[in-house]
Structure formats: C-alpha cells, structure tokens
C-alpha cells in the first residue's frame, strides 16, 4: 500500500507564500506522474500541477506563473511551491500519485487558507 503524507498548509495573507511537501512511502520514479489536486468547498476537485517521472510539467492555467511543482528523489518527495496567493487558492491540497497501468493514490491532504 503506497502512502502519501502531505505538509505545509496553513493560513496565509493574500501575496503570500507556502511550500507544499508530499512524502511518498517508495520511490516516486515508481509512478509515472505525481500531482496536486485541490478541492475548495462546493467545487470539484481539480488539477493544479503535475510531473511526469520524466519531468515533463503541468499547470492549471489559474496558477502558471505562480505556483512551481518539484521533487527531490532522494526523499521521494514532491513539493508545490505556491507565490502571490490569492484568495481563490483556498481549498483543501491533495497530493496524487499516478499509473498509467493502476490505481491512482491521495494523500489525506492539506488545507490552504488564503485570509487577511
């Protein structure tokens, strides 16, 4: 069973910053891409960002420029830096990791809240 422990959110002023972190329990080369998705209250969940295990990266048109996803494989771990906040990036952050074969997998996740 792979886990996903993601880390960082919290509360923020609008023009903030926070970094995201999802550890995973094996090697994210394992899956061919890893994301974050965020849910905010009444709305779908919906991508944000993602890298393939090729490095190839993905951003939701609403937070290019802004938000910058990474990794470090030594820690198996993936981040998702997140500059000038905006009120809209409320929502709850969860960390996916995917196969192109198999089920993909979430972590609990974390909440951002965007607040003067």
């Not at 190839?56 to 771990?77: E, H, L, M, W």
């Amino acid at each position: 069973q792979v886990q996903l422990v993601e880390s960082g959110g919290g509360l923020v002023q609008p023009g903030g910053s926070l970094r995201l972190s999802c550890a995973a329990s094996r090697s994210i080369f394992s899956f061919n891409a890893m994301g974050w998705y965020r849910q905010a209250p009444g709305k779908e969940r919906e991508l944000v960002a993602a890298i393939t295990s090729g490095g190839t990266t993905n951003y939701a048109d609403s937070v290019k420029g802004r938000f910058t996803i990474s990794r470090d494989s030594t820690k198996n771990t993936v981040y998702l830096r997140m500059n000038s906040l905006k009120f809209e990036d409320t929502a709850v952050y969860y960390c996916n990791a995917h196969l192109n074969t198999g089920p993909d997998y979430w972590g609990q996740g974390t909440q951002v809240t965007v607040s003067s």
